[in-house]
């Protein structure tokens, strides 16, 4: 059973920049894809970025391509987001997730998930 915990998500102005942090436990990391996901109020929770168990192949939301680049750190346990010109519509809660296969991130539907931590971007 892997636990996911979130954290970094906080109020930054339009333009700003913000890093997530995602620690992982309860199993081996490196052999699960993660993935970052977005869920703006009154809607879906959505795909932002998936990176593989290794690190080497990674893909973003067409939302955030060029913004937002996602790492991690296997020897850590940590999954990273980071958020470069952020714009009004990127305030959300922000989730990581884990799963085996990476498709089932691509579809925003992992077997697991942390709770999740707020970006509000204001103007």
């Known amino acids: 059973q892997v636990q996911l915990v979130e954290s970094g998500g906080g109020l930054v102005q339009a333009g700003g920049s913000l890093r997530l942090s995602c620690v992982a436990s309860g199993g081996t990391i490196s052999n699960y894809a993660m993935g970052w996901f977005h869920q703006a109020p009154g809607k879906e929770r959505e795909f932002v970025a998936f990176i593989s168990g290794s690190g080497a192949e990674t893909n973003y939301a067409d939302s955030v391509a060029g913004r937002f680049t996602i790492s991690r750190d296997n020897a850590r346990n940590t999954l990273y987001l980071q958020m470069s010109n952020l714009k009004l519509e990127d305030t959300a809660a922000y989730y990581c997730?884990?799963?085996?296969?990476?498709?089932?991130?691509?579809?925003?539907?992992?077997?697991?998930w942390g709770q999740g931590t707020q970006v509000t971007v204001s103007s």
């Open positions: 997730g884990a799963d085996v296969f990476w498709y089932e991130l691509k579809m925003a539907r992992p077997d697991y």
